[in-house]
């Protein structure tokens, strides 16, 4: 057994082997590799016999799934409507300019990845920016760059 | 340990509430989204670390409580010393020694840490219950927030948590129970509004087993986020909720549906469930009644349409969400066909009150036709942002003007928007509506789950207009063709005005798409996704026609309409070179700089680190 394969057999030991599992499944495949490897998304569709087509229909459906390798940092910049009229946009595109990638783009040395979220819900300290799940508020675009950097 | 009977269960309260009040002093450290934004959490552990090397009297690490949002988020990090009530904004770790040397061993007040009210400079508050944006709210799905830890069931209990359940279960019929909350007038407070004791009736009627009770969690709306405060602070409240309203009707499972953006609400979540499990007060023979009901966890993976009740049941079942023609309600044939009442955060988090205390008491607050209090989530150019609770019928001013603070750096209000993309803009007219689902309704906005955005002069209607638009159309599922190519277009047309490049015949037929759009989808997400836009140009039309006709943007934010220059109040201080993406100002250090308008994006980065007031918007 492959170490990929045990890494997967390990996830569907933890749910029931049946098609209403897919998405946590899929969750679970997004946790542990960081995104949806599509060997492992084949070996899934067997195991919970759900066909492969379902499973990228699920896959490109829910924004939470990527089919390509993801950075060892996650910046979300937060475009909810108070983060917006408070100047989201500056952030996005201050990080967009500095480390050289669009949103939903993962840099080549598989860094950074920048994506858009609509609203994490911490509105009243608009805008909000997140850096691998840890959130700042008020955040000023001379700061956007720097707090992506520390990680 | 298991608690067998409701006497056993009164009786542990009895112990519960003892604990929780012989902790006199308590120091309460808020760990509300805000305040953890900026580092409350931080706060917290130098508490703890100060504590634990200190030897204070009657003041332990157990002292310091975390709770979940306390509301004054444009205050956080917040500290709150107990019993006194002495609200400490704005907090930072070096202030931790000086609160517990000066506070807690002399009693003495610090003053710079006090909030300090913007209007009347000089008057400061030490009782955080006197501060205006407390004073005028009042507080029933968030009675708990800010009170109790939320990972501590005891504290929820000799709160009184878990009192409506047992009432329920042991002295009322589930008729009984419906009854009461059709007659309390609860409407549901995720957006619809519809009668919560008439949708159980429904459900209890169906001919069909089993039947689900099902809690949407997934607030999906931008701008609001009072489900996630409850979710977080105070999980238990749902849970009450829940297993009364399945006690009602009769399920036996059920499922609280988290969206992914709130991994914490999860985690409180799951722990409550345990720790309720563990009791006896939820999962098999609860209270030793016979009664059985269990609650599972599903969470969204990304999708605001999962929002949607047939497109969550559809999530629920582990497929793509995507919404269904309800000629079928849910309540008939719901999550896998099966008869399921499907309520939000806070109108679980309601119904013990009302079981409680019964559907006058609950009647007797608010509007005729929209009983009880809503929670909003205040955010926005308005300076008292946070989470707030008032009675239906307030009107928007005293929101805003009361509670909010006022509008920040004293600039003029212009509009505010309510319902999240399915909702609208009310402009200054109509500022003295009173707040409930029917007047907001009428107006052309909609109470929707809650989110409360407040603009000043400087945001463009037409902008916030596409904004909501471009989020609708990446949100769509894209099963309808009304919806998926109908938004579509209409962003094409906005986008087009927000760049000088439309003409009056564009409006017109924005305006004839987004009937054909509300009449023609298949969904609420459809249905409602012009509303931004109509209730803008049905107020603001000024503004679109300024866009139009003359190419000027009167909110000075439409970028293709404006030009960033510098004046000479620019004092050289190189801030905005510095933050400029396009490298497009230039100069050198104290001497004025220069904007090369070929090369400008007009972001507008330059503006917000600009100290001196030297940026010119033309």
């Given at each position: 057994m492959s170490k990929r394969t045990a890494r997967l057999e390990t996830i569907l030991d933890?749910?029931?082997?049946?098609?209403?599992?897919l998405i946590t499944v899929l969750q679970d495949i997004q946790k542990e590799f960081r995104y949806l490897p599509v060997e492992v998304l084949s070996d899934a569709a067997q195991a919970l016999n759900v066909p492969l087509s379902k499973i990228f229909s699920a896959s490109t459906f829910?924004?939470?799934?990527?089919?390509t390798p993801r950075g060892e940092t996650i910046i979300r910049i937060c475009k909810g409507t108070a983060c917006h009229i408070k100047g989201a946009d500056l952030l996005l595109e201050q990080l967009e300019s500095a480390l050289n990638i669009r949103a939903g783009e993962t840099s080549s040395d598989l860094k950074f990845t920048v994506e858009v979220v609509?609203?994490?819900?911490?509105?009243?300290?608009?805008?909000v920016m997140m850096v691998n799940n840890k959130y700042h508020g008020h955040v000023r675009v001379d700061r956007a760059v720097r707090l992506a950097k520390k990680g | 340990m298991r608690i067998g009977t409701i006497d056993k269960l009164d009786k542990f309260r009895a112990k519960c509430e003892r604990q929780f009040k012989a902790q006199k002093k308590k120091i309460i450290v808020c760990l509300g989204p805000g305040c953890l934004a900026s580092g409350s959490d931080k706060i917290l552990d130098e508490f703890k670390s100060v504590l634990k090397k200190k030897k204070i009297k009657g003041i332990t690490v157990e002292t310091v409580k975390k709770t979940g949002c306390h509301g004054f988020c444009a205050c956080g990090p917040l500290v709150v010393i107990e019993p006194e009530g002495i609200f400490y904004a704005k907090v930072k770790k070096i202030h931790v020694k000086d609160i517990i040397e000066k506070t807690l061993l002399k009693g003495e007040i610090i003053e710079k840490l006090l909030y300090t009210d913007p209007h009347k400079k000089s008057k400061k508050y030490t009782d955080y219950r006197s501060i205006p944006f407390y004073k005028y709210q009042t507080r029933i799905s968030l009675r708990n927030l800010g009170l109790i830890d939320p990972d501590e069931i005891t504290d929820y209990i000799a709160a009184g948590g878990y009192a409506a359940l047992a009432k329920a279960l042991t002295k009322m019929k589930p008729q009984k129970i419906i009854n009461e909350v059709s007659k309390s007038g609860l409407r549901g407070r995720g957006g619809g509004g519809f009668s919560t004791g008439r949708k159980w009736a429904t459900c209890a009627k169906v001919d069909d087993e089993p039947r689900f009770v099902i809690c949407n969690g997934d607030e999906g709306d931008p701008g609001a986020f009072m489900d996630r405060c409850i979710m977080e602070g105070d999980p238990h409240s749902i849970l009450e909720g829940m297993i009364i309203c399945a006690f009602a009707v009769g399920s036996h499972d059920g499922y609280i549906y988290v969206r992914e953006e709130y991994p914490l609400a999860v985690v409180n979540l799951q722990r409550a469930i345990e720790a309720a499990r563990e009791l006896g007060l939820l999962g098999e023979n609860i209270l030793g009644t016979g009664f059985s009901y269990d609650i599972k966890i599903i969470r969204g993976a990304g999708a605001f349409v999962c929002g949607e009740s047939s497109a969550l049941m559809k999530s629920v079942a582990g497929e793509i969400g995507e919404p269904r023609a309800k000629y079928i309600r849910s309540v008939v044939k719901g999550v896998y066909d099966k008869p399921t009442v499907l309520n939000n955060v806070e109108t679980f988090a309601t119904v013990p009150v009302i079981i409680e205390k019964g559907s006058k008491w609950f009647a007797s607050i608010g509007t005729e036709k929209s009983a009880g209090t809503k929670a909003f989530s205040l955010a926005g150019k308005v300076r008292n942002t946070g989470l707030i609770e008032v009675p239906m019928g307030m009107t928007l001013r005293d929101i805003i003007?009361?509670?909010?603070?006022?509008?920040e750096e004293d600039r003029q209000f212009k509009a505010v928007q309510t319902g999240g993309p399915s909702g609208g803009c009310l402009p200054e007219g109509k500022i003295d509506l009173p707040v409930d689902f029917d007047t907001l309704t009428k107006a052309g906005s909609m109470m929707g789950s809650g989110g409360m955005i407040v603009m000043d002069e400087r945001t463009c209607m037409v902008e916030l207009a596409r904004y909501f638009l471009d989020f609708l159309v990446s949100e769509s599922c894209g099963k309808c063709v009304p919806c998926r190519e109908g938004l579509h277009q209409l962003l094409i047309l906005c986008t087009k005005i927000t760049r000088g490049k439309a003409s009056e015949n564009d409006l017109d037929l924005m305006e004839k798409l987004s009937k054909v759009i509300q009449v023609g989808s298949l969904c609420g997400l459809g249905q409602s996704g012009p509303n931004p836009f109509m209730s803008t140009v049905q107020y603001f039309r000024d503004e679109y026609l300024s866009h139009i006709t003359d190419c000027k943007c009167p909110g000075r934010s439409c970028r293709a309409l404006i030009t960033y220059t510098i004046n000479d109040k620019c004092n050289g201080c190189v801030a905005c070179i510095s933050v400029c993406p396009e490298k497009a100002i230039t100069g050198e250090k104290k001497k004025l700089h220069v904007i090369d308008q070929d090369k400008c994006s007009q972001c507008g980065s330059c503006e917000v680190v600009c100290?001196?007031?030297?940026i010119d918007i033309t």
């Amino acid at each position: 057994m492959s170490k990929r394969t045990a890494r997967l057999e390990t996830i569907l030991d933890r749910n029931p082997r049946d098609p209403s599992s897919l998405i946590t499944v899929l969750q679970d495949i997004q946790k542990e590799f960081r995104y949806l490897p599509v060997e492992v998304l084949s070996d899934a569709a067997q195991a919970l016999n759900v066909p492969l087509s379902k499973i990228f229909s699920a896959s490109t459906f829910y924004k939470a799934f990527s089919l390509t390798p993801r950075g060892e940092t996650i910046i979300r910049i937060c475009k909810g409507t108070a983060c917006h009229i408070k100047g989201a946009d500056l952030l996005l595109e201050q990080l967009e300019s500095a480390l050289n990638i669009r949103a939903g783009e993962t840099s080549s040395d598989l860094k950074f990845t920048v994506e858009v979220v609509n609203c994490v819900g911490a509105c009243a300290m608009a805008p909000v920016m997140m850096v691998n799940n840890k959130y700042h508020g008020h955040v000023r675009v001379d700061r956007a760059v720097r707090l992506a950097k520390k990680g | 340990m298991r608690i067998g009977t409701i006497d056993k269960l009164d009786k542990f309260r009895a112990k519960c509430e003892r604990q929780f009040k012989a902790q006199k002093k308590k120091i309460i450290v808020c760990l509300g989204p805000g305040c953890l934004a900026s580092g409350s959490d931080k706060i917290l552990d130098e508490f703890k670390s100060v504590l634990k090397k200190k030897k204070i009297k009657g003041i332990t690490v157990e002292t310091v409580k975390k709770t979940g949002c306390h509301g004054f988020c444009a205050c956080g990090p917040l500290v709150v010393i107990e019993p006194e009530g002495i609200f400490y904004a704005k907090v930072k770790k070096i202030h931790v020694k000086d609160i517990i040397e000066k506070t807690l061993l002399k009693g003495e007040i610090i003053e710079k840490l006090l909030y300090t009210d913007p209007h009347k400079k000089s008057k400061k508050y030490t009782d955080y219950r006197s501060i205006p944006f407390y004073k005028y709210q009042t507080r029933i799905s968030l009675r708990n927030l800010g009170l109790i830890d939320p990972d501590e069931i005891t504290d929820y209990i000799a709160a009184g948590g878990y009192a409506a359940l047992a009432k329920a279960l042991t002295k009322m019929k589930p008729q009984k129970i419906i009854n009461e909350v059709s007659k309390s007038g609860l409407r549901g407070r995720g957006g619809g509004g519809f009668s919560t004791g008439r949708k159980w009736a429904t459900c209890a009627k169906v001919d069909d087993e089993p039947r689900f009770v099902i809690c949407n969690g997934d607030e999906g709306d931008p701008g609001a986020f009072m489900d996630r405060c409850i979710m977080e602070g105070d999980p238990h409240s749902i849970l009450e909720g829940m297993i009364i309203c399945a006690f009602a009707v009769g399920s036996h499972d059920g499922y609280i549906y988290v969206r992914e953006e709130y991994p914490l609400a999860v985690v409180n979540l799951q722990r409550a469930i345990e720790a309720a499990r563990e009791l006896g007060l939820l999962g098999e023979n609860i209270l030793g009644t016979g009664f059985s009901y269990d609650i599972k966890i599903i969470r969204g993976a990304g999708a605001f349409v999962c929002g949607e009740s047939s497109a969550l049941m559809k999530s629920v079942a582990g497929e793509i969400g995507e919404p269904r023609a309800k000629y079928i309600r849910s309540v008939v044939k719901g999550v896998y066909d099966k008869p399921t009442v499907l309520n939000n955060v806070e109108t679980f988090a309601t119904v013990p009150v009302i079981i409680e205390k019964g559907s006058k008491w609950f009647a007797s607050i608010g509007t005729e036709k929209s009983a009880g209090t809503k929670a909003f989530s205040l955010a926005g150019k308005v300076r008292n942002t946070g989470l707030i609770e008032v009675p239906m019928g307030m009107t928007l001013r005293d929101i805003i003007y009361k509670i909010g603070g006022g509008i920040e750096e004293d600039r003029q209000f212009k509009a505010v928007q309510t319902g999240g993309p399915s909702g609208g803009c009310l402009p200054e007219g109509k500022i003295d509506l009173p707040v409930d689902f029917d007047t907001l309704t009428k107006a052309g906005s909609m109470m929707g789950s809650g989110g409360m955005i407040v603009m000043d002069e400087r945001t463009c209607m037409v902008e916030l207009a596409r904004y909501f638009l471009d989020f609708l159309v990446s949100e769509s599922c894209g099963k309808c063709v009304p919806c998926r190519e109908g938004l579509h277009q209409l962003l094409i047309l906005c986008t087009k005005i927000t760049r000088g490049k439309a003409s009056e015949n564009d409006l017109d037929l924005m305006e004839k798409l987004s009937k054909v759009i509300q009449v023609g989808s298949l969904c609420g997400l459809g249905q409602s996704g012009p509303n931004p836009f109509m209730s803008t140009v049905q107020y603001f039309r000024d503004e679109y026609l300024s866009h139009i006709t003359d190419c000027k943007c009167p909110g000075r934010s439409c970028r293709a309409l404006i030009t960033y220059t510098i004046n000479d109040k620019c004092n050289g201080c190189v801030a905005c070179i510095s933050v400029c993406p396009e490298k497009a100002i230039t100069g050198e250090k104290k001497k004025l700089h220069v904007i090369d308008q070929d090369k400008c994006s007009q972001c507008g980065s330059c503006e917000v680190v600009c100290k001196y007031d030297a940026i010119d918007i033309t």
